[in-house]
């Protein structure tokens, strides 16, 4: 069931939600290409590991709990759609307000070593 | 590369329906939150519709108007649908859709649906990037802010609007 605190979907979900590889996986795919349905979702996640269909649509009932994914209909399908709000309030919340020139050096740094690095 | 084609986005905002109509189409709200500047919109079927830019957006060379549109479907409080095109792209309007539903708890959800599927351009800029200080926050963070005007009564303007 999905949890409410003050209006904000419980961060507690969204904290879950992403603790999970193939979850991070699902919602790169719908950044990629949002709207897509069950049956290609599956089919990503197939390239990866091993899971059944039933297996990644629980996967999917979790990220829509925590507001990640917005499932819409289209005709006889229902399309996952990557809904990037919540991920933007864990970015104010937690990387703007407290480390984010940190962040921001740490990444250039990454960045630069990566290039070099090729 | 990344399809922005069809963009949805969702939030949960503690505030009645009638109160985030009047957010998303009154000039009192839209200069405190998201990219701010006055708001002209015909609430009827056909009506126009014209986001006027802020002085900031003026001084980054840009002209009168920022956004503008026409009224596709107006049935306050509970969706807006409008033909929507971003001034500074030369590209065909875009479909958006706002759907404003209360719940019981009195937490409404807002559903904001944004097709843009010959717009690629303006699709980018809409979907938002890291680069919130210099206006790249798009709908997730326009949404957020609306968000947090509504709930603390705070204004949010930044991302090169003031």
């Known amino acids: ?118 | 590369m990344t399809d922005l084609s069809k963009q949805v986005h969702g939030i949960y905002i503690d505030a009645p329906a009638e109160r985030i109509w009047e957010a998303l189409t009154s000039s009192e709200y839209t200069n405190q939150y998201g990219y701010g500047g006055d708001v002209e919109i015909e609430l009827t079927a056909g009506g126009a519709m014209r986001h006027l830019t802020t002085d900031q957006m003026k001084s980054m060379g840009m002209g009168d108007v920022a956004i503008t549109g026409t009224v596709v479907e107006a049935d306050p409080p509970k969706r807006l649908v409008l033909d929507w095109s971003a001034a500074w792209h030369d590209e065909p309007p875009s479909r958006l859709t706002y759907d404003i539903v209360e719940g019981p708890s009195g937490l409404t959800r807002v559903t904001m649906t944004h097709e843009l599927p010959e717009s690629p351009q303006t699709a980018m800029d809409v979907a938002g990037n890291a680069d919130v200080e210099n206006g790249g926050g798009g709908w997730p963070w326009e949404l957020s802010s609306l968000k947090t005007l509504l709930e603390t009564g705070k204004p949010m303007t930044t991302a090169g609007a003031q």
């Open chain 1, 1 to 118: 069931m999905v949890t409410y605190c003050r209006g904000v979907i419980d961060e507690d979900l969204i904290f879950k939600a992403l603790a999970d590889g193939t979850r991070r996986l699902i919602l790169d795919a719908l950044h990629t290409q949002s709207g897509q349905s069950l049956g290609a979702l599956e089919e990503i996640v197939a390239d990866r590991t091993e899971m059944s269909r039933f297996g990644v649509a629980k996967h999917l009932k979790v990220l829509e709990a925590a507001d990640l994914v917005i499932v819409q209909r289209h005709g006889r399908q229902k399309l996952h759609y990557l809904n990037s709000v919540p991920i933007r309030a864990i970015y104010d919340r937690w990387i703007d307000k407290y480390t984010e020139p940190q962040v921001r050096a740490l990444t250039v740094l990454k960045q630069k070593a990566e290039t070099h690095h090729d």
